[in-house]
Structure formats: structure tokens, C-alpha cells
């Protein structure tokens, strides 16, 4: 794969991930077995949406210029894993979670590798090449 190619994919795959963090939210509300942690009241998750909503519109930015935005890119993929990595051991431990190993732990997971594949390491590497090879 080229690395134009690879821009390419890596700017549909932040808008998805920008998009999914958007849509967290409608997720709690629709399937919460798969994607909220609390049953009754909490401020938990109004939080955590207003993280992701943040989250998923600066995304959606990053898609315009994803060298520009290594570092969103670099904390996106390794909050993702490290979060997803804390919900499964939850999921695991506590009664009644099972759910979020079909919702919200795997999407933390898919994003993460889908981000840390195609994202170039470097912008020096990453640049491609004009006709005059500046």
C-alpha cells in the first residue's frame, strides 16, 4: 500500500471513529448492555459523552490534515487501547457486563488498530514526494 493510498484510508477511518464517538451517546440510550456502565442516575456518563463528542468532532478535523494531527492520532489510538483494555477486565469481573464484549470494548479496540496501521510514524516519512522531490 502506498502511503497516498495509506492517507487515504486513514482519513475515512477518523472520520468513522469520529463519527462512532458521536453517536456514543444514542448507543447508551439504544443497546445499554453493550455501551453504558450505569443503570439508573449518574454523572458518569454525560461526562464521558461530552469527552467523546469532544473527541469525535476534533477527529473529523484531524481527517482534513492527518499529519498536521499525529499526536491526536497517537493519544486516540493508545487511550482507545488502554481504555479498552480496563473495560474487558471489568466486563470479566463484573456481574452483568458480559454485554460490552460486543459493544463498547471491541469499538475501542477496532479504532485503536485501525489508527495505529494506517498512521505514518513520522511526517518526515510520511510526506510524499512533490515532482521537484521536495
Known amino acids: 500500500m502506498t502511503v497516498v ?3 487515504r484510508y486513514l482519513r475515512v477511518v477518523l472520520v468513522l471513529a469520529g463519527l462512532a464517538c458521536l453517536a456514543l451517546y444514542p448507543l447508551m440510550l439504544f443497546w445499554p448492555s453493550g455501551w453504558a456502565w450505569h443503570v439508573g442516575h449518574s454523572d458518569y456518563p454525560m461526562m ?12 473529523i478535523l484531524a481527517a482534513r490534515d492527518p499529519l498536521a494531527n499525529l499526536s491526536l492520532i497517537w493519544f486516540t489510538v493508545w487511550s482507545s487501547a488502554v481504555h479498552g483494555g480496563i473495560m474487558a477486565v471489568q466486563t470479566v469481573t463484573q456481574p452483568g457486563q458480559m454485554g460490552h464484549l ?3 470494548v471491541p469499538a475501542l479496540f477496532i479504532v485503536a488498530v485501525a489508527l495505529a496501521i494506517l498512521t505514518p510514524r513520522s511526517q518526515l516519512v510520511a510526506r510524499p514526494r512533490t515532482r521537484n522531490g521536495a
Open 5 to 7: 493510498d495509506r492517507l
Open 48 to 59: 464521558i459523552v461530552g469527552i467523546y463528542a469532544t473527541l469525535g468532532v476534533f477527529l
Open 102 to 104: 460486543a459493544g463498547d
